[in-house]
């Protein structure tokens, strides 16, 4: 068992009991869980930063190879204490345990991911041009150039996936695979889980023998510490996953500095259904199934949770809204991750009800000040395009129904749609065919289309794009999951006239490494 101290890691060594202490809660009980946590004081957040900058010049230069068996090594740190870090989560968050369990085995599977895709090498994007010196009327130089790491990266937890996208999650995990070292900020509502997960990768870095400030760790109950990494010069981009309110902070803080930096956020995102005719020919009760099982997965705190369903009037759509209605009253009270989510979770879907009354809601009940009851929202066409906010995520167990007249409103409701993570589309290969209009709006409103496939979940893949534009997420080119992640936290750098000793390996003549280049605009073949 790994021993829980309450204190930040900066780099090797852990931080003071001198700030402000905070516990966790337990969001079935609400009782306080044990160690009280530290607050990283300003001169840790500084040390932290500093560390990693002096770990930059050595560890941005080491090889795929070595940054693979220090990603696999933290990776099966994650196995090893499979069962103690999903126990502990499930005292902060009260997600279940086959959750969690598997939210282990996904965070160890990232990392073995990027181990492979930094060992094999090729993501580095190497061109070469080489020089024409007969060339008229003036001779070409030899020109080079591949991707290297940006520099210090700071993490921010996200709260409803405390191990995937926490400490050792995937923007870490794309940001070390890089060559960058990370600062991590942990989320106030998981300290516990956090602790744990720091100690794997702290001791994956000295059994790796790389400078200790290759990662960090930082608890702080308020805004104070991380909104002193996004302002701190040493700190080259920033990665967030978590509310619109506060994304939006970070990415105004990185914007204002006198040196703007890239803060890639996962933010808001409605993953907009669009329900074609032959789904509801299908079955409307099963499709009212799985549909409810979706918004309510995870207690409906999933960034890719169905949140806005748009349905055609057809003759199986009052059997539809029936059952959904009925699943949704009868539904049992939901525990959310923290009394804030749920506290936010009333208000919103209170401001909601006061535009369009509920059309469902399940009954309250007494308890702690995490639970909640699903609702179902309805809506027409017209209105929902006259109230935009009606588009506004709100996390937790709810989600609204648009009706439309027929599925040709449905390309006008998706022009005016902002940006979301999916887009998804339910029905027969004919519907998907009558509807090409549609799925060329959606391809500029969402970072993934789905067809005959709820949203949530996510699969940890080389071609998985978890992104979307704004306010989905800040920079619409790049994605939070997959092998493609990578190259948030890295820029190109060109080499003119170098000499072959002094090139990288991946752009010598010889390829040592046996990587795919480019050479004068065409695929050369691996040694």
Not at 197 to 225: K, N, Q, R, Y
Not at 302 to 320: D, H, M, N, S, Y
Not at 419 to 426: P, Q, R
């Amino acid at each position: 068992m790994m021993e829980l101290t309450g204190q930040s890691f900066l780099g090797s060594r852990r931080g003071t009991r001198s700030g402000a202490g905070f516990q966790a809660q337990n969001p079935q009980t609400s009782e306080a869980l044990t160690p009280l946590y530290y607050s990283a004081t300003p001169a840790e957040v500084d040390e932290a930063i500093e560390l990693a900058s002096w770990a930059f010049a050595s560890y941005s230069q080491t090889s795929g190879k070595a940054r693979a068996a220090f990603l696999r090594r933290a990776a099966d740190g994650f196995d090893a204490h499979k069962q103690e870090l999903a126990e502990r989560a499930h005292l902060e968050t009260a997600l279940p345990m086959p959750r969690l369990l598997g939210e282990v085995g996904r965070t160890a599977g990232q990392l073995r991911m990027f181990a492979g895709v930094v060992e094999e090498g090729s993501w580095v994007q190497s061109r070469i041009d080489p020089a024409m010196p007969d060339r008229q009327p003036l001779p070409r130089p030899d020109i080079r150039s591949m991707l290297r790491p940006l520099g210090v990266v700071a993490v921010f937890g996200a709260s409803n996936f405390p191990l995937a996208f926490s400490v050792a999650g995937g923007d870490t995990a794309s940001a070390l695979a890089a060559g960058c070292p990370v600062v991590v900020k942990a989320h106030p509502a998981h300290p516990g889980t956090s602790e744990l997960a720091g100690h794997i990768l702290a001791e994956a870095v000295g059994a790796e023998g790389l400078h200790p400030g290759v990662f960090s760790l930082l608890f702080d109950a308020g805004v104070e510490a991380g909104s002193a990494l996004v302002r701190h010069p040493l700190v080259r981009a920033v990665a967030f996953t978590g509310s619109l309110r506060a994304g939006r902070a970070l990415m105004d803080l990185a914007a204002a500095r006198p040196d703007p930096i890239p803060c890639f956020t996962e933010m808001s995102s409605g993953n907009p259904v669009f329900v074609l005719p032959g789904a509801l020919r299908k079955g409307p009760a099963a499709l009212a199934a799985t549909l409810f099982g979706s918004f309510t997965l995870g207690a409906g705190q999933f960034c890719t949770k169905p949140g806005i369903v748009l349905v055609p009037e057809a003759p199986e759509g009052q059997a539809f809204f029936d059952e959904l209605k009925a699943l949704v009253e009868k539904s049992a009270p939901f525990t959310l991750l923290t009394s804030g989510i749920a506290r936010e979770y009333g208000r919103a879907t209170k401001e909601r009800a006061a535009e369009i009354p509920a059309a469902a809601q399940a009954a309250a009940e007494a308890g702690p000040a995490c639970m909640a009851g699903a609702k179902l929202f309805t809506v027409c066409l017209e209105e929902f395009l006259a109230k935009p906010a009606l588009a506004d995520e709100i996390f937790g167990p709810n989600t609204l129904l648009v009706h439309c007249d027929s599925t040709q409103d449905f390309a006008r409701a998706a022009a005016a749609l902002d940006g979301h993570l999916t887009a998804t589309l339910l029905g027969d290969d004919d519907d998907l065919a009558a509807n090409r209009e549609l799925i060329q709006v959606l391809e500029q409103k969402a970072g993934r289309l789905i067809f005959n496939g709820m949203p949530t979940g996510v699969e940890v893949t080389h071609a998985m794009v978890h992104g979307g534009p704004y306010p989905a997420t800040s920079d619409p080119r790049f994605t939070s999951v997959g092998s493609l992640a990578i190259y948030r936290f890295a820029r190109p750098v060109c080499y003119q006239g170098f000499p072959q000793a002094m090139l990288p390996p991946e752009l010598q003549d010889g390829n040592p490494l046996g990587i795919i280049r480019l050479r004068d605009g065409k695929l050369e073949q691996q040694a």
